[in-house]
């Protein structure tokens, strides 16, 4: 997926000051592109699927999980990217 093709399929998600809304908005939105995929007959792979969480020094981890048919999206704290090592701390 083009990061151009993100904020249409997900505009409408409010910024959530509570961790409860968090959790439950970034359910929504896995859930409208895991549609946009559908739509575009596409298939994602759920065992190289994963999501990282961008944690400041003042902000502390919340503790969530992505479920989505079933099948649990890992969390995890860096990751590759074009050879490029992505943490969650962004250091």
């Known amino acids: 997926m083009y990061i151009t093709v993100l904020p249409k399929i997900i505009s409408d998600i409010s910024k959530p ?22 739509s575009n007959v596409l298939l994602p792979n759920f065992d190289k699927t994963h999501f990282l969480q961008l944690i400041t020094k003042n902000c502390q981890e919340i503790g969530m999980q ?22 969650s701390s962004l250091s």
């Not at 000051?17 to 559908?38: A, R």
């Not at 999206?73 to 990217?81: A, P, V």
Request: net charge positive; proline share 2%; no cysteine.
């Open 66 to 87: 992505i479920v989505y048919e079933n099948k649990q999206i890992d969390n995890t704290y860096n990751t590759k990217y074009l050879r490029l090592i992505i943490d």
């Open 17 to 38: 000051t509570d961790p409860s809304e968090f959790k439950k908005d970034i359910n929504n939105i896995f859930i409208k592109i895991n549609n946009w995929f559908k």
